[in-house]
C-alpha cells in the first residue's frame, strides 16, 4: 500500500486523475472502475481536459461504476447514472455502450454485472472515495465481506452524509446496488482518494487498523497494488 499526502484536496484528487491519464495512456482499450461522490469530481476535471487537449482518447476505453442507487430513476439528477453523464461522460468520446453502472435490485442483476466486468476482461484500475465510516463503493460496515456485486441497506451515517445531495434524508434512497470488495480486490490497480477531517478517522483504520469487515476500507492492505492519496486534513491521525 502506498500512501501519498497533498497540500490541497484539489490536488490530492487531481494526482488521481494523472493515475488513470496514466492507465489511458499506457493501454488504450483499459478498463476503468468509476466511482462517484465530491471526491472524484476534480479527477474527471482533469481527464476532460486532457481529452480536450488531445492527451488521452477515451474511444476504446469501457468503464464500470461503483454503484448506483436502487429506487430512483436513472434520470433523476440524483442518480449515480446521472452523476457521470454530468461529470465525464457527457464531456469524452466516451461510447455510451462501454459504460457500465450497476442498476436493478435483483440477484439476476447483480450477477450480470459481476459477469460484465469478468467478459471485460476485469477492471485495470478502480477509482475510490471512501465513507466517513470506512465503506468504498457501498459496501458499509458489516460482520463479513461480501464478494461480488450485491444488494445493499445504506448505513444511517452514510444515508446523513449524502443527505447534503437531496433536500432532506428523508429522500435519501434506503437502499443500493454494489460492486462487492471482491470486484474491488480484483481490479489490477486501486486509487483512494480521500479528503476533508471527516475522512481522517477512516483513512487512518484503513492504513493502520486491523483487517476487518467493519472496516471495510481496510482489506486493501492486503491489495498488491493500492495507492492511497489524501490531503491533510485527512491524514491529520497518520502524523502522530
Ligand atoms: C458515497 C459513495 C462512495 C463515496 C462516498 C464518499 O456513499 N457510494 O463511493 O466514496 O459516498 O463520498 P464523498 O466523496 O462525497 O465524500
Redesign the pocket.
Known amino acids: 500500500m502506498e500512501f501519498h499526502v497533498y497540500e490541497s484536496a484539489r490536488a490530492a484528487c487531481e494526482a488521481a486523475g494523472v493515475l488513470i491519464a496514466a492507465q489511458i495512456t499506457r493501454k488504450g482499450d483499459s478498463v476503468l472502475g468509476l466511482?462517484?461522490?465530491?471526491?472524484?469530481i476534480p479527477a474527471y476535471e482533469m481527464l476532460v481536459q486532457w481529452w480536450e487537449r488531445g492527451v488521452i482518447d477515451f474511444d476504446k476505453i469501457r468503464t464500470f461504476n461503483?454503484?448506483e442507487y436502487v429506487g430512483i430513476d436513472q434520470k433523476n439528477p440524483m442518480s449515480y447514472h446521472a452523476f457521470m453523464q454530468e461529470h465525464l461522460f457527457s464531456k469524452v468520446n466516451l461510447r455510451p455502450e462501454n459504460t457500465n453502472l450497476p442498476s436493478g435490485r435483483s440477484v439476476t442483476a447483480c450477477t450480470a454485472y459481476d459477469e460484465k466486468i469478468r467478459a471485460a476482461g476485469g477492471i485495470d484500475i478502480q477509482l475510490?472515495?471512501?465513507?466517513r465510516n470506512g465503506?468504498?463503493?457501498?459496501n458499509e460496515p458489516a460482520d463479513e465481506f461480501t464478494y461480488g456485486t450485491h444488494i445493499v441497506t445504506l448505513a444511517q451515517d452514510?444515508i446523513e452524509?449524502?443527505a447534503r445531495f437531496f433536500r432532506s434524508a428523508d429522500e435519501v434512497p434506503r437502499q443500493?446496488i454494489?460492486m462487492g470488495i471482491g470486484n474491488i480486490m480484483a481490479a489490477r490497480c486501486v486509487v483512494l482518494v480521500a479528503t476533508?477531517e471527516n475522512?481522517a478517522q477512516a483513512v487512518y483504520d484503513t492504513i493502520c487498523g486491523p483487517i476487518t469487515p467493519h472496516v471495510p476500507a481496510s482489506i486493501l492492505q492486503l491489495h498488491p497494488c493500492c495507492v492511497i492519496l489524501a490531503d491533510r486534513d485527512a491524514s491529520k491521525l497518520m502524523r502522530k
Do not use: M, Y
Request: charged share 10%.
Open positions: 466511482a462517484t461522490g465530491s471526491t472524484p461503483l454503484d475510490l472515495g471512501i465513507g465503506h468504498i463503493g457501498f452514510t452524509a449524502n443500493a454494489s476533508g475522512k
